[in-house]
């Protein structure tokens, strides 16, 4: 489709966001696209996500298994522009990331969801369009250069419960300390303990990377205009709900959870 008939369809989509605030940007642009072309359709009803498995549409709670999530309402609510996309604001900005080779004939499905995620949470966007589970550290979704694939590396730190041999270090060596205050009680995020003097601190971090499947990845159409818009959070909401079912029970194992 031109870019004219795509930014003519991104203008009537914000305005239809008014109408349909429980719809995301790429529902009401997909079927302004599909009605354009003859093909008229409703924007179709987001499914119920249940909070154990995750998904874009943000759970009621996190869960063992939940590590990322999306703030649809804070992305709309801090937008420039009534009916507009935070997130799709930054892309705009950003958008010459996405074209690596400078000629816009790059269309591999990893490189430009690694790009999409980056662009997504912070240091880019703070808050993120992605939010990370409080007790985590970061979720970091980046193509292997050499392999080609698509990873996610999710950092944590770990308590001395969890490490084998610590119940016989000394009593009073420091570990990580609960967040004072946080917005979840079950998944505190950790803090490190202030600094006494003669007194022993253990911090251990650790990671759990995994490959994500390079077949379910969303396949971009083009590297400018709105139809990048729509490509960056496909792509991104595609990952939250791979980064969930596939990284989710391997993080909860190690932190001893059950979800």
């Known amino acids: 489709m031109p870019k004219k008939n795509l930014s003519t369809s991104a ?3 914000r305005a239809a966001q008014q109408a349909h605030p429980d719809k995301s940007f790429t529902e009401l642009l997909r079927a302004d696209l599909a009605a354009a072309a003859g093909h008229a359709v409703e924007p179709a009803e ?3 996500i249940p909070a154990t498995t995750g998904g874009t549409r943000m759970p009621l709670t996190w869960s063992p298994t939940t590590l990322v999530r999306i703030d649809y309402d804070y992305d709309r609510a801090n937008a420039d522009h009534a009916g507009d996309s935070r997130y799709a604001a930054y892309v705009r900005m950003k958008g010459e990331a996405f074209n690596y080779w400078g000629d816009e004939s790059d269309l591999d499905p990893a490189r430009f969801a690694g790009e999409a995620w980056r662009i997504a949470t912070g240091p880019v966007m703070s808050p993120g369009f992605v ?3 409080p ?3 970061s979720v970091r979704v980046y193509r292997d250069d050499y392999e080609g694939a698509l990873a996610v590396a999710v950092s944590m730190p770990l308590s001395h419960g ?3 041999g610590a119940d016989r270090w000394p009593y009073d060596w420091q570990d990580w300390e609960r967040e004072r205050f946080s917005s979840d009680d079950e998944f505190r995020g950790r803090e490190t303990p202030d600094l006494v003097q003669d007194k022993v601190a253990v911090l251990t971090n650790t990671t759990v990377r995994l490959t994500l499947p390079k077949a379910h ?3 971009p159409t083009t590297l400018s205009g709105p139809g990048l818009v729509m490509d960056a959070t496909t792509a991104v909401e595609t990952l939250v709900e ?5 990284a989710g029970s391997a993080v909860a194992r190690v932190l001893g959870q059950t979800g």
Do not use: E, G, M
């Open 11 to 13: 203008k009537r989509v």
């Open 217 to 219: 990845l969303h396949v």
């Open 131 to 133: 939010r990370i589970r």
């Open 46 to 48: 987001a499914p119920a």
């Open 162 to 164: 969890h490490l084998v």
């Open 135 to 137: 007790d985590l550290t």
């Open 242 to 246: 791979l980064v969930n079912q596939h």
